[in-house]
């Protein structure tokens, strides 16, 4: 089973790198671009097949490690 | 064991003789996993079949000398119990096709060289080499090769101290990324790769292995064409996280005297290092390739024998002492896993899934590696262009702002500000100086370390080149005050098996020779990187010289900035203007360059061990030496570096701009607050040196020239860098 | 009296903190393993520079969840002084010690060079050598240093007087062009609510030898001795 | 418009981040993680109003800026 998991920055935090790829993709001459937002998409193996276990777990992962929730949303999704 | 067909195609870069040689050895067909590892083994990169021949007439001993060329790293002596463990190495192509990974992985592979032989890595040092500013790729190039080199240096905690870069067309197709590192070992506790001993564990550590960087010629071999994207050769990743884990671990262990013998997995990954171990050891070596920690599925022997998967080590152990080095390796949260044994039958043995996949003699594999006497004619000798010949300036002042502002000599501040410098807590001043200097942990010695070559003379000369590189190297340890010990080299050529290339090769060979010898500077170390060339395209001949030297008190070292107001400034060493083939000719005057230089080697040793000494005496408050660009340039940066101007009131009896730009060579600039003493000590010591002005003041003041104000100076030494990589 | 720094799998300033340490505290403080999972009788506890699993994922994070931070925590709570200097800036804000969050340099270029610090507060166990207003220059060496918080947290921060520490120009001024990294505010060093707990992005263990280019760490070791003597 | 792009490292290249977060949640005590990849999620707004032309200039940007495309795939999808 393979989960997939999107962690974004908040509204209002500042995105220091997506900032700079909007700076660049000016820089290239591309017209037209409003915002640009960075973040991670993090896929995880997981060997159990109880899609609802498989949430579970990894929502506590992205709680307890793979986001900062102070600045960071997440979501999960499970591919089964 | 399928046979693969014999077409040339198939000969993974080996030529029919080769392969004739290998039907001989086995007396039958290698199969492909053999025939992989005889194409590795006998490649240029890890045969050097085309410069062994001339490597061999480097001088390479010395009483302070340990361990010369041949191991995975020189061993100097540094007194008090411990030595220096240093080399240079390229990761040329790799960093052309991915920049940051190419770098990163380069420092990644010479930090192991170091740490394998059971020195603390200390310092690194890099020297690049990028095509022309305005080529489409330079910046990109720039851009993720100084990111690489910092990504990994920094991470793993090893300050990057020093290092050079330039730009020229040649380098278009084909950068240059040689990375160096220093260690410190204590002399009683170094490893070397030789397995002697029979029935040892040979145990692999480090990341598991995956198909990173598998030889190209898998591609064209009959057996993977129908391959699809899966085993593919990937680019190399660098890991400096766990290599900074591997080092730790391995060092810990080294404390132990469990380790016979170690060698890190490099170019040729597993293959080489067991057949290296197994042949310096004179015995045989079994591996049971299922047991090697695997990243990807279904990998075959041929790719794990040839796969160049970064952080990885063998080691051969004491027996039983396997648990021992497992409970390190563990706590350091790393693989460790026991892959064979060594036996007496001097073969290198292969099992997999029950069966024996390869099996190879190692002598021959090892002696009979090809050796080639290259062809070569030697370069023309170019006409020497008397100062005359080359235009003049309509102003000097503007032409040195020029070059103090150009790609070659504005300030390097973006590259290594992007490198942590600091970090351990031994990096003596900042980078920006001539030699970089580190201090020995816990004393008060400290090493003096620099990199250096000029490409244009070795083309215009490569012997003279030759000489040169290693002169310049060597002359930056002296200018802080410390003495030369040894160096190490990186041999950066276009293909050898053209004349005219080959002439290169070995002419700066002959020159570094020589220079090694008169200088009392033995060649310990070295990589050398052929086929350097795009379209037929060679790069400027480059064999970059890394010079390592020690100073007792680190304390009685100077810097290359003005330190006082009202300071003699005095030149040392003859300055006949020699305008060929220098920075001036080429970026200002134009017209053919003519012959660069001459060395003379008597003259760089005894005025470099003049101003040595004269700086350990405590004559000297400031010392440069003069390189690229000439006396103007080397002002221009001791006033910037000091923020204090000087006023020069030399009258040279020799154009002014040839007094100004010329490179001669041996020559240094130095400030005393007494210089009489000095010059005094100078005369009796043959040493031609000259008061030629005083420091102080806002503005640096040239013979007949309009004062440049030293903040002028600063503005435009530090703009093109920045400004250039901002740009698009 | 004795002091520990932690050691996670990819610290790499542990023994350059160590030697600062050594030097003002007479002793040499406890290296402790990050899988460790006591600190007996340490009275000052050191999170060290580096780059602490690589720096992976976020800076910190992953050292944050290491057995020892538990610890850490413990001891911070009961008022024992915490330093934590670059990477250890970054995991004590990922354990909650501290406000705020540490994100990519606003260049996004790794930053190693001389900084001029002015000091916002002297009277804490770190400061105490600093006079409020003293303008330090002290090197910093990150990727990571670019502060950040909302901005309730950062009022709160200003309004408790928690910055330790701004970046600014020689003479003091905070301005734009002082900021290495993009921090709000110019921060570079914070306290938490108690003041016992401090990190910064710069590295006052780096400036404590004039042949290294200076002394201007020194005071806060000096300082930090002087506060677990007392 | 609003363009979400995914960009993750081709099979086979080592990818330090994904091992080591992997290595974290097995000290956490996560079990039946099998594998762990970490990639880079970016979204860009976009002023026009064409989602082809948006595509496309998207997936420019991608092989010109956004991807390392000797070691890096990326997967473009327009939200309208
Ligand atoms: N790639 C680099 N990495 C780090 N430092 C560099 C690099 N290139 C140049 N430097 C530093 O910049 C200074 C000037 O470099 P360079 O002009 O090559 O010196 P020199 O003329 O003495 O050979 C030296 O201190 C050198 O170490
Ligand atoms: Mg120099």
Known sequence: ?80 | MSSPATRPEDLMGLTKGEYDTILDILGREPNLTELGIFSVMWSEHCSYKSSKLWLKTLPTEGPQVIQGPGENAGVIDIGDGLAAIFKIESHNHPSFIEPYQGAATGVGGILRDVFTMGARPVANMNALRFGSPDHPKTRHLVDGVVAGIGGYGNCIGVPTVGGEVNFDPAYNGNILVNAMTVGIASTDKIFYSAAAGVGLPVVYVGSKTGRDGIHGATMASAEFDDDSDEKRPTVQVGDPFTEKLLLEACLELMATDAIVAIQDMGAAGLTSSSVEMASKGNVGITLSLDDVPQREENMTPYELMLSESQERMLMVLKPGREDEARAIFEKWELDLSVIGETNDSQRLVLMWKGEIDADIPIPPLVEAAPEYDRPWTATPPRAVREPSEVAEPTDISEALLTLIGSSDLCSRRWVWEQYDHMVMGDTVGRPGGDAAMVRVHGTKKALAISTDCTPRYVEGNPVEGGKQAVAEAWRNVPSVGAKPLAVTNNLNFGNPERDEIMAQLVGAVQGMGAACEALDAPVVSGNVSLYNETNGQAILPTPVIGCVGLIDDAASAVGNGFTAEGQTIIIVGQTAGWLGCSIYQRDLAGGSNGAPPPVDLVTERRNGDFVRTAILDGLVSACHDVSDGGLAVALAEMAIAGGIGAEIDATPDIPTHAWAFGEDQARYVVTCSDPDDFLHRAAAAGVPAEATGTTGGPALTLPGAKPISVANLRETHARWFPEYMASR | MSAAVIVFPGSNCDRDIAVALEAALGTAPLMVWHGDSALPGVDLIAVPGGFSYGDYLRSGAMAANSPIMREVVSHAGRGVPVLGICNGFQVLTECGLLPGVLMRNASLKFVCRDVDLRVERGNTAFTGGYKVGDVIRIPVAHHDGNYFTDPDTLKSIEDNDQVAFRYCEPDGTVSDAANPNGSLANIAGVLNGNGNVLGMMPHPERLIDPLLGGTGGTPMFTALAEAVAA
Chains 1, 4 share one sequence.
Do not use: W
């Open chain 1, 1 to 80: 089973m393979k989960a997939r998991v999107h962690i974004t920055l908040k509204n209002g935090v500042l995105d220091p790198q997506g900032k700079a790829i909007h700076h660049s993709l000016e820089g290239l001459g591309f017209d037209g671009v409003d915002d640009v937002r960075q973040g991670k998409f993090i896929e995880i193996e997981l060997s159990g097949n109880d899609p609802d276990a498989a949430r579970a777990s990894v929502s506590e992962m992205c709680e307890k490690l793979l986001a900062n929730t102070v600045i960071e949303n997440y979501a999960v999704e499970i591919d089964d």
